[in-house]
């Protein structure tokens, strides 16, 4: 029996999607910090939509559910990997 894909919730618009589909912002654990894609910690995911960026940074949804400041470093970053994802990078 094979297991489905991995769902994991957008914190912006809310749907449940393949995790590989999604951008995931994680909390290090034990450690300060806040990284992209790699690391054992809490994590969100973000659809690789602008809309949802924008809804995540406006309404601090990202802070809200790593329980931690997002410096805006973290956006800048998700904001050009989805200008590369949707093929608009220089």
Known sequence: MSAGPTLRRCVACRELLDRQQLLRVIRLAGAQGIVLDQGMGRSAYLCPQQS?????????????????????????????????????GG
């Open 52 to 88: 949802c960026l924008e809804e995540a940074r406006k309404r601090r949804k990202l802070q809200r559910a790593l329980r931690v400041p997002v410096p805006d470093a973290i956006y800048e970053c998700l904001a050009e990997r989805l200008t590369e994802r949707l093929g608009l």
